[in-house]
C-alpha cells in the first residue's frame, strides 16, 4: 500500500500541499483581519508579502557581506517583518486613512493603486530578476527519513517544510491565544463584529486598526518568507500571484474569520496540489498549468452557494 | 434634589447631513431620574440620544453634562466621561461571548473590571449563567441585557437607551422595564426613548412628548399618562 | 520632409494607441462610472477580444487551430460577444455582492483567461502568442485580400500589386487612426444617449445608493448585469483592435494586467468617472504622459550615460521604467484624494453639495 500508492501520494503530492497550505493561512489571515475591520479588499496585500521578503534577503545579504557568516532567513526575517509593519502603517496612514468616512470602493482602489506602487518600487530597488535566499537543493531531512523508514513508511522532508510547518502552527498558537485573551484582540473581533457598536463602546478603533496592521503584516511575511524558501526563489510578481488563492482562502473560510482562513488556506493549497494527483488514469488530473485556477473555482463555487464562508463570517 | 440637573439639554438644532430634525428641544434629566422621551415615528425621539453621543450634526443649543458642556464631542469620548448607551439594535457583538461582550463595555476603564462585572452580574443573574455562551445565540431579550450590561461597564452618570423593546415578546418587555427600574434604583439616571409609551411613562419620573421634531408637552409620567391629547395620540391606539 | 513625416507619423500612433484606450476606458466607465462596478480584470476582458479577434481573423497556419481567416468585421462582433459573454456569466455570480467581490472576482478570471492562454497551446499557440493579425487598411495589400471578392472584382492581383506598390509603407496609418477616432466618437454617442435613456438614469440611481438598490431587487442586479456585460463587449472592442494595432499578442506580455488594467483605472479615475467626455480626455491625456515620460526618461538617461563615459545605461533603463510606474501610481493617489469626481467632473445636476 505506502509502495505503491503511499509514497508517491504523501510526499509529493500531500506534504507539498500542506506547506503551500500553511502559506496560504497565513497570507489569508491578513486578508480576512483587514476586511472584517477595515472593511474593504486590501489588493497591496500580497505585495507587503512581497516587500517583505525583499527585505529579509536584504538583510541576509547585508549581514553575509558585512559580518561574513550567513543567517538563516526566519533570523532576517525579524527585522524584515518590522519594517514591512512600518510600510504597512504608513500606507494605512497617507494613503487609506484620508478613505475612512469615503464610499469603500476608494480605498478599494486605493490599494489596487498601491499594489501596483509597491510592486514597481521593488522591481526599480532590487531590479526585475529572480533572487533567492538559499541555493542549490533542498535534501531531505536524514532523521526523519530513517525514522520513518523503520515503520516502512518513509518520509521526505525536506528541513525547510518542517520550519514552514512548525512556524505556521507557532504563529497560530500565538494568534489564538491574541484574539482570545487580550484585550486588543478581544477589541479586533469587536470592531470586526461591528465597528459601529465598537465605537458608541469607547473602543479606540483607530489603535485597532494599527494592531490589526501588524497582525497582518506579521503574517504576510512570515507568509512571504515561507514561500520563498519553499520555492528558493523570490521574484517581484510573488505577491500577486499569491492574491488569489489568498482571497479564496478568505471567502472559504468566511470574512472576518482569522481561523476560518486558516482553515480555507489548507483547504486551498492541499486542493491545488492534489488536482494535479494523477486520480483517473496516469496523467495529472488537471494540467498543472491550470492549478491557479483551482483556488478561483473553489471561490467562484462558495460564492455561489455561500458566500459567508465555512464558518459564516460577514457578508458584505 | 440637587440644582444641577445630569443632562440638560437646550434650544437644540441636529440632523443629518443638510435635513433638519431637531428644531429647538429642550430636556433635562436631574440626578436618579427616569426620564421618558415619547412621541410619533419620524419626531426625532433617537437623534436626541444621538446628539448626546455626538453621532449627529449639531447645529445649535447646548448639551451639558453635569454642567459641563458636552458638544461635538467624539463617541468614545462621550463613553469616557461615563454615559453608557444602547443603541436599538446591533448593541452586541454577536460573535463574542457575553463576558466578552462586557469586557468590551469596560474599553475605557481602568481599574475595577472585575467587580463591575460582578455586579453585572449581580443586576442581570440570567447573564451569570450564559456567561461563556456567543451573544449572537442568546434570545431577543437576553441580547438586550447584555447590551445592557455592557453599556453599564463604565463608571454610568447617566444611561441613554434607545427603544430597549422594540422588537420584544410582550413578557420580555416588562421584563426589560423592570431591569431599567432596578437600573435606577441604583442611582443611575436615565433617559429613555421608547415607542411602548405607556409602559415606559409608568416607570418614568418625566416625560416629554416630541412631535416633528420639537417639543410638544411634557409633564410627569403620571400627568402624561392621564393627558387625554397625550392617551388619544399614543396610548390609545396601541393596545 | 521625412522627419515630418516621422512626426506626423509618431503624433498618429499616439493617437491610435490613445484612442485603443479611450475605448478601454468608455467600457470601463459603463462599468464604474455608470454602475458602480469594479473591474479589476480589464486587461483579461481585452485579451478575450483580441484572442478571439486574431482566431478568427488570421490566415490558416501550421502551428495552431483558429487562423480562419473570416472577414474582420465578423471577427470583432464575435470579440465583443465573447467578452459580454464571459462578463455574464461573472455578473451571475458577484453581482448581488459588494463592489470589493467583483473586485476579485474580475481579477481572477482575468488570470484564468491568461492561464487558458498560456497553456492551450495548440488553440492560442501558448505564450509564442499569434502574430501576422490582419489590420484594417493595411491587410487590403495582404494577398488573401485583393484576390478575393470584393477587392477582386476591380482589379486583377498585378493591378492591385503595383497600386499597393506606389503608395508609402505608411500609407494605411491615417486611414487606421481615423478608424479607431470614428469608433471612440460612435461609442462616445451612444453612451451619451444610453445615459440620458431611463436606463441610464436607473444605472446613476443605483450607484449612488448601493443598499437601497440591493433593498429594490432583482430588476437592479439584471440593469447592473447589463452594464457590466456591455461594458466588456466595449472592451473586447478595444482588444481586438489593440490586436490590430499591435499584429503580434501574446498572454503575459500583451495583456500585462499591471499596465493595462492599471492604467486604464488612471484614465477613467483622472478624466472623471461618469463622464464620457471625461473618460475621454483622461485617456488621452494619460497616454500622452505615459508615452512622452518614457520619451523623456530614455533620452534623460541616453545623455547621462554618454556624460559618464559610455556607462551602459540598460539597467538603469529598466529600472526607470519601474519608477515611471510609481510615479504613475502615486498620481493616481494624488487625484483620488484631491479631485475625487476627476478632473472633468460628471456633469449632472445634483442636489447635495460637496
Known sequence: MWQTFGFEFVNFYFIPGLVVGCIYALGAIGITLTFGILRFANFAHGEVMMIGAYFTWTVMTLVKNGLGFPIHPLVAAVPAIALAISL???????????????????????????MLVIRSFVQSVWGPNQLTFVPGIARPNETVKSFTNSFDMMILMPNKHFWIIAGTFVIMLALSWLLTKTKIGKGMRAVSDSPELAKVSGIDVEIIIRATWIVGGFCAVAAGVFLVMDLQMLETTMGFRMLLPMFAAAILGGIGRPFGAVVGGLVIGLAEELSVYPWLGNGPLLSPGYKTGVAFAIMIVMLVLRPSGLFKGRLF | MSSLPTLEINDLFAGYGETEILKSINISVEPAQTVAIIGPNGAGKSTVIKSVLGLVNVRGGKINLNGQDIIGIAPDEAIRQGISYVPQTH?????????????????????????????????????????????????GGQRQMVAMAKALMVDSKIMLLDEPTAGLSPKYQSEIFQTIKKINGSGIPILLVEQNAKQALEIADKGFVLVDGANKVQGTGKELLEDSNVARMFLGSKD | MDILIGYSLYGISLLTVGGIYAILALGLNIQWGYAGLFNAGIAGFAAVGAYTFALLSTAPNPYHYGGLG??????????????????????????????????IATIG???????????????????????????????????????????????????????????????????????????VYIIYRLL?????????????????????????????????????????????????MLSQHLKLIDPTNTFDPSKMTFLVWVMLVAGGSGNNKGAIFGAFLVWVIWSASEIFINSGLHLFGELVSNMDISLLKTRAGYLRMVVIGLLLQYILQKYPDGIIPESRPTSKGN
Open chain 1, 88 to 114: 504597512f502603517i504608513f500606507v494605512d496612514r497617507y494613503f487609506y486613512k484620508p478613505f475612512r468616512s469615503a464610499p469603500t470602493i476608494r480605498v478599494v482602489m486605493a490599494s489596487f493603486g498601491m
Open chain 2, 91 to 139: 448593541n452586541v457583538f454577536p460573535n463574542l461571548s457575553v463576558l466578552e461582550n462586557l469586557e468590551m463595555g469596560a474599553w475605557t476603564r481602568k481599574t475595577g473590571i472585575k467587580e463591575r462585572i460582578d455586579e453585572m452580574f449581580t443586576l442581570f443573574p440570567d447573564l451569570q449563567v450564559k456567561k461563556s455562551k456567543i451573544a449572537g445565540s442568546l434570545s
Open chain 3, 70 to 103: 473570416l472577414p474582420l468585421p465578423f471577427a470583432i462582433l464575435s470579440a465583443m460577444v465573447l467578452s459580454g459573454c464571459i462578463a455574464f456569466l461573472i455578473g451571475l455570480v458577484c453581482i448581488r455582492l459588494r463592489s470589493d467581490y467583483l473586485a
Open chain 3, 109 to 183: 478570471i482575468a488570470e484564468i483567461i491568461k492561464l487558458f492562454l498560456k497553456n492551450e497551446n495548440d488553440l492560442t499557440n501558448g505564450p509564442r502568442g499569434i502574430n501576422k493579425i490582419p489590420r484594417p487598411w493595411e491587410h487590403l495589400s495582404e494577398e488573401r485580400f485583393y484576390t478575393s471578392a470584393p477587392m477582386s472584382w476591380i482589379s486583377d492581383s498585378a493591378g492591385w500589386d503595383s497600386f499597393f506598390d506606389q503608395l508609402p509603407n505608411w500609407w494605411w496609418q491615417p486611414f487606421f487612426c481615423g478608424t479607431i477616432l470614428v469608433l
Open chain 3, 192 to 240: 451619451e444617449t444610453a445615459q440620458r435613456s431611463p436606463w441610464g438614469r436607473m444605472m446613476t440611481a443605483i450607484r449612488e445608493n448601493e443598499g437601497a438598490a440591493h433593498a429594490a431587487g432583482k430588476h437592479v442586479t439584471r440593469r447592473r448585469i447589463e452594464a457590466f456585460v456591455i461594458g466588456a463587449m466595449v472592451m473586447g472592442l478595444a482588444g481586438a
